[in-house]
């Protein structure tokens, strides 16, 4: 769903992006549900590598972490923090719809329960949830394109999806936005069931990673708290490196040096 | 002066009547008193041990913090609440509220952490005394927890357990710790049975990186001051922050507790109207016994209003002495109850309802109300059961009532 783009940023850039070529020029032109699997695969592939800082902007505290992360498929990601010294080695581990927290200063591994799941992580504006969603946004919603053009004086693409009946999602609409021609996208609205805007998430700088073009600053925005943001930039990502599967187990989670 | 003569000597005449009589009526004033003791009694165990626990007579609150349970919401001003509050002797509790995750092993589960002063809460309430196993909070910080019953049932943690938890602090940090298990608390109410983790005030400050702020402070003058006067009293240092009687707070329990009002005062109509009338036909019965005589006594040429008088002196010297024998019964048995309540642990290990916690013993109040009340009902059923009859026989025909049956 949606929220799998969150998933997968957040947690690490779960993927690397084996672009799916969009349609060739001259050819029918790209349907809704095209565009929507182009920014979900935007993310994900066989397996990532990022470090990245993250800073979390509240009426109470701002706070700047450096992570790392390591994602392989849509199952498996691992995020540590490296910055601040006071939290470095804690560790949040994915597997499957399981969400573990490492902490080195009891040196204990605490499985997050389905009760935490709404939870914010680790101090952020992202659930815990959103880390572990990972079915794709075209199998959650009913899409359909609401705009077309220039607004800002970009050319434009504006995305309306309406959840299917029987999706376990939690929203109630989402509003994708993504340029035209590159179907980068620009911003992703989140309404509650009512059709209040929850929460907006906007994309920028876009950059040339391998032969893929990523934006790299995301940046959360709750509506009911417009000072408040949680931003994510990638100072260096990498894809298709080689991880095993059993990277992702408990007892790497514990470990402090990367594989 | 003569009639109270006669009719002393008329009691004396027939011993057997007066006796069945008087005992009767004394029992009866004994047993209204006493159910009237217990009814009391219930009430104010109700309303103590929603009080007296941990909530107190009243509460202060910063007024967002209600709505928003933000661990940001504190009081502004503890120090000058506190010291208010000391300054007339009523005992005051700090706490800070925060919420978190714990686990033991695999398994874990959120729980609502409150950061006490556990020698402020012993002197305050009875939280320290409410438990099902273990002990409380040492006086000293030392990372020890005491648990709701049914988060302990879920965590499977028992006394000496180490738990993990993890909490966001107030700095956006990951708090996290290992707190040992030193208690496990009874039925203190559903929410908290399910979520409750009681640690030192000085661990919470530690753990959510928030020292000195505080969500509630909880005020209890041990009734020397109604819940009113206490928030009144407090009001003018509380500034911003909420002042709650704990009516306001808890309405559905205070409704709770009106309603059960209503129906022990039903249960003891209905209770005084089957004692009344075992009175009543008792009085009924021996004065219609009497028919005969009041017939000779009109023969004779006594007057039907000097007959009257006669058996409403009758009445009323009964009931003096009946109420003062049953008086004095019932108050001995009530106050015997208020000093030894009655154990009902056999049926029930104290149990919570709507999160009132109630405890196993049911102790009696004595009142003077609770005295006087039942005399007077007492006076007032044995005069008009004596009458009705005098009455009638002092209209009757002396003939007719010389040969009534």
């Known amino acids: ?113 389905s009760s935490m799941m709404g939870g914010s992580w680790m101090g952020s504006h992202f659930t815990n949830d959103d880390l572990v969603k990972e079915s794709r946004m075209a199998d959650d919603y009913a899409s359909s394109i609401s705009f077309r053009g220039e607004r800002k004086g970009v050319g434009m693409i504006e995305l309306t ?7 376990a999602v939690v929203w109630g609409k989402v509003v994708v936005e993504v340029m035209d021609g590159s179907y980068l996208p620009l911003k992703i609205d989140y309404y509650d069931e009512r059709m209040k805007l929850v929460r907006t998430m906007v994309f920028s700088e876009i950059r040339e990673v391998g032969t893929r073009r990523l934006p790299m600053r995301l940046r959360m925005i709750p509506v009911d708290k417009p000072n408040e943001y949680t931003e994510i930039l990638y100072t260096t990502i990498e894809f298709d490196i080689p991880l095993q599967d059993s990277f992702f187990s408990l007892r790497s989670l514990k470990e402090l040096e990367a594989p | ?172 940090s990951l708090g996290n710790d290992l707190l040992h298990v030193c208690g496990i608390l009874k039925g203190v109410g559903e929410n908290l049975d399910r979520s409750l983790a009681l640690i030192h005030e000085q661990d919470f400050a530690a753990l959510f ?101 006669e058996v409403s002196a009758e009445a009323l010297i009964l009931g003096i002495f009946s109420s003062s024998l049953g008086g004095v019964l019932g108050a001995c048995a009530a106050w015997y109850l208020s000093r030894n309540p009655i154990d009902l642990s056999g049926f029930a290990e104290g149990f919570s309802t709507s999160g009132v916690m109630m405890s196993a013993q049911w102790g009696a109040q004595l009142t003077i109300a609770g005295i006087v009340w039942p005399i007077v009902f007492m006076w007032l059923v044995s005069v008009v059961a004596a009458l009705y009859p005098a009455a009638k026989a002092a209209r009757l025909d002396p003939v007719r009532a010389l040969t009534h049956v």
Not at chain 1, 63 to 85: H, Y
Not at chain 2, 15 to 26: E, K, V
């Open chain 1, 161 to 167: 999806l309406i959840p299917k009946p029987d999706a």
């Open chain 2, 1 to 172: 002066m003569i009639t109270l003569r006669v009719a002393w000597r008329n009691l004396w005449r027939n011993r057997g009547r007066t006796g069945i009589t008087l005992a009767a009526m004394s029992l009866s004033t004994a047993v209204m008193i006493l159910t009237y003791a217990l009814m009391l009694g219930m009430i104010t165990d109700m309303e103590k041990s929603v009080v007296e626990v941990f909530t107190g007579q009243v509460q202060v609150h910063n007024p967002a913090y209600a709505s928003e349970h933000s661990l940001y919401d504190t009081i502004s001003r503890p120090q000058a609440i506190l010291d208010k509050a000391r300054s007339s002797g009523i005992a005051a509790s700090v706490r800070a509220f925060g919420f978190g995750l714990v686990s033991s092993g695999p398994n874990s589960a959120g729980v609502q952490f409150w950061g006490v002063n556990p020698q402020a809460e012993r002197s305050f309430g009875k939280l320290d005394e409410a438990l099902l196993e273990g002990g409380f909070l040492p006086d000293a910080p030392g990372m020890r927890v005491v648990l709701g019953r049914k988060l302990a049932r879920t965590l499977g943690a028992k006394v000496g357990t180490e738990l993990v938890v993890v909490v966001q602090a107030a700095d956006g």
């Open chain 2, 209 to 309: 990186v928030f020292p000195g702020r505080y969500h509630e402070i909880a005020l209890n003058s041990h009734g020397r001051m109604t819940p009113e006067e206490v928030a009144s009293f407090i009001k003018g240092a509380a500034g911003t922050d909420e002042v709650k009687t704990w009516r306001q707070l808890m309405p559905g329990v205070s409704d709770m507790l009106n309603s059960f009002d209503g129906f022990s005062l039903i249960f003891e109509v209905v209770f005084f109207l089957i004692a009344g009338l075992g009175v009543m036909n008792t009085l009924l019965m021996s004065t219609y016994e009497r028919i005969p005589e009041f017939g000779l006594l009109k023969a004779i040429g006594t007057t039907p209003w000097r007959i009257l008088r």
């Open chain 1, 1 to 113: 769903m949606n929220r799998f783009i969150i998933a997968a940023i957040v947690l690490s850039v779960c993927s690397i992006p084996v672009s799916p070529p969009l349609r060739a020029a001259g050819g029918p032109p790209a349907t809704a549900e095209d565009i929507l699997n182009h920014v979900d695969d935007l993310f994900r592939g066989v397996s990532s590598h990022a470090i990245m800082q993250m800073t979390v902007t509240t009426a109470h505290y701002t706070r700047d972490m450096t992570l790392e992360a390591w994602s392989k498929g849509k199952e498996n990601s691992l995020v540590r923090i490296v910055k601040p010294e006071k939290e470095k080695g804690t560790a949040t581990l994915k597997a499957g719809s399981n969400i573990w927290n490492y902490l080195p200063k009891v040196n204990r591994i605490i499985k997050i329960p």
